[in-house]
């Protein structure tokens, strides 16, 4: 007992010995704190920067965690602070720099006066702001030739956009840690970067989603509600066409209007041979609406799920400033459409009406009242949450992962719908896939400044003029979307709005979103790639034996494109 007792003074006092001789230490040296935050040239966060310490231009090691470390990484709000000792006195005579790497950013030296350091006894502070300029170094260009070829194979279809962003993001990256290792100056995007990019709410709201559909599908909803667009109709071909879109109009502004068209076309094409006209003069309109309608939610089409989770904006906000623009715009369609296929329309008959209604009641019922009624009641219970979402602040893939939850495991539990068959053909798993990669490839050129350079000519151009940006931003990315497609579009241009809008004065109003939102979405309608939607429709229709060209699909849709942008623009200006 007395042995452990003498063992345990011994520790005591070598602990005060060890403690003391620290505090000597420390009192013969001035200690040092320099702070602050790294900002690129639109005054955003720069992460990742690696910070090094120079006194009288040699390294100078930092203290981190009680421990010695060559340098520094900047958080992700672009913070750094370092902590460093000097022999007490040298402060006078010593010139202390840091230096700031990183690559597609000049390499950058700040020296600080001795000054500048507020003084505490033997302890230094200084806290500043530093400002790096890019450098369009090679990270630059490998990002921006492997988007600009990815976002050519996706839109022009030489490659499955899945596979197209898949092989690009893995290029990025294969470059940046092999190339980069060697050399700094082709670091393009870090795998943590990468992940961060990633946008978990509009993936997890899509999948959401798309299980909410697959089950309803099954119950046989969306067909009836075709059927009863014919019969109350009642055997008018205009009147036909005018309330198959405004049904197609309602059903995007809450499901995904791929999935719309994919439930409405085989039964428009049926209804169409019956009355004798073209199947596409009841198609391309519908086309026309699913792509409107998509725009008056935040849920409705992809473009608005991405700048809805970029930006935080709130179901009920699209809702406002955009259904408007979708009711003229449907109004200005129904006009439209009476002018272009009136002849093809007067070319319908059907020898008897009720004979024909008896007989799309029959094909096209409710096959599961039991289903449909709890899959509306649980539609209806993530809707709500989608409109007050913003009071909750709760994320909306929070709300649709819920109810996907319930429905499924209602479906399966009581058999009506075969989990596998649901997981493995519902949940568009390539789309899912596309979007994770894509978030990647955009998070690439974002590091490596393209958006940066994209961002500051739209500014130049519009000089910093509210109406000239709403002009710019609109028409762009309209007849962008029209040619390429809008969701990678959409993904690039996202952090380009974001510094708009704090830099343009009156752009506080949300009004450059609006104008993206709008922008991306109509312009889907101008050409047969601009959307996905129109694909699948034309797919659709394409396999039954009834195929139109590119340029015969744009004959009607490129021109109402220009009329619903044009309202659109109208709008923006006026209520702007």
């Known amino acids: 007992m007395k042995k452990l007792l003498f063992f345990l003074l011994l520790c005591l006092l070598a602990f005060n010995i060890s403690a003391f001789a620290s505090e000597t230490k420390k009192d013969d040296n001035d200690v040092f704190?320099?702070?602050?935050?790294?900002?690129d040239s639109h005054k955003e966060p720069v992460k990742d920067a690696e910070i090094h310490l120079l006194v009288n231009g040699i390294p100078h090691k930092i203290i981190d965690d009680h421990k010695e470390v060559e340098k520094t990484i900047t958080s992700s709000h672009g913070t750094f602070m370092l902590n460093f000792n000097l022999a007490k006195g040298?402060?006078?005579?010593?010139?202390?720099?840091?230096?700031?790497?990183?690559?597609?950013?000049?390499?950058?030296?700040?020296?600080?006066k001795n000054d500048e350091f507020a003084v505490k006894g033997n302890e230094f502070y200084l806290s500043r702001d530093i400002l790096l300029e890019r450098h369009l170094g090679p990270a630059f260009w490998i990002?921006?030739?492997v988007f600009l070829i990815a976002y050519a194979l996706i839109s022009f279809e030489l490659l499955h956009r899945t596979v197209a962003a898949m092989i690009g993001a893995a290029t990025l990256l294969i470059l940046t840690y092999t190339l980069g290792t060697f050399n700094p100056e082709f670091h393009i995007i870090s795998f943590e970067r990468a992940i961060a990019a990633i946008d978990m709410n509009v993936i997890f709201l899509l999948m959401g989603m798309m299980i909410i559909i697959g089950v309803l599908k099954h119950t046989g909803v969306f067909q009836w509600c075709a059927y009863m667009s014919y019969k109350i109709a009642r055997g008018n071909i205009m009147i036909l066409a005018i309330i198959s879109c405004f049904f197609i109009t309602i059903t995007s502004a809450f499901l995904d209007n791929v999935t719309t068209m994919?439930?409405?076309?085989?039964v428009l094409i049926e209804i169409a041979i019956a009355l004798k006209i073209n199947p596409l003069s009841l198609l391309i309109p519908?086309?026309?609406?699913?792509?409107?309608?998509g725009t008056a939610t935040l849920i409705g089409d992809p473009p608005n799920i991405m700048i809805g989770s970029y930006t935080g904006l709130t179901f009920m906000q699209f809702v406002y400033a955009l259904t408007?623009?979708?009711?003229?715009?449907?109004?200005a369609l129904v006009i439209y459409n009476k002018f272009f296929y009136s002849k093809e329309y007067r070319k319908g008959k059907v020898e008897d009406v009720d004979a024909f209604i008896s007989y799309l009641r029959e094909e096209y019922k409710i096959t599961d009242k039991t289903l449909l009624g709890y899959g509306l009641f649980i539609m209806g219970l993530v809707v709500a949450f989608f409109a007050t979402h913003g009071f909750w602040h709760m994320e909306v893939s929070i709300p649709a992962l819920f109810g996907a939850g319930l429905l499924f495991t209602y479906a399966v539990v009581t058999k009506k719908v075969k989990m596998l068959e649901l997981i493995e053909k519902d949940i568009e798993w390539t789309t899912l896939l596309f979007f994770i990669f894509l978030f990647i490839i955009v998070g690439a050129v974002e590091e490596a400044g393209l958006l940066a350079v994209i961002a500051d000519w739209v500014h130049d151009l519009s000089a910093g003029n509210l109406t000239v940006a709403i002009c710019l931003i609109l028409w762009v990315s309209a007849i962008m979307s029209a040619f390429v497609d809008n969701i990678p579009f959409t993904a690039t241009m996202l952090p380009i709005v974001a510094y708009l809008s704090k830099v343009i004065p009156g752009a506080e109003s949300n009004v450059l979103w609006w104008a993206l939102a709008l922008g991306a979405c109509f312009g889907g309608n101008g050409t047969l790639i601009g959307a996905s939607a129109n694909v699948v429709t034309i797919g659709i229709a394409e396999s039954a034996g009834h195929k139109i060209s590119f340029f015969g699909f744009m004959k009607y849709a490129f021109l109402f494109m220009m009329i619903s942008v044009a309202i659109a623009n109208i709008w923006l200006l006026l209520f702007y």
């Open 262 to 266: 994919l439930l409405y076309t085989p």
């Open 324 to 331: 408007p623009v979708v009711i003229l715009s449907m109004v």
């Open 33 to 39: 704190f320099i702070s602050g935050t790294v900002l």
């Open 286 to 293: 519908g086309i026309m609406a699913s792509n409107v309608g």
């Open 143 to 145: 990002a921006t030739i």
């Open 90 to 112: 040298e402060i006078e005579k010593a010139k202390i720099e840091i230096e700031i790497v990183k690559s597609s950013y000049k390499r950058t030296r700040v020296e600080f």
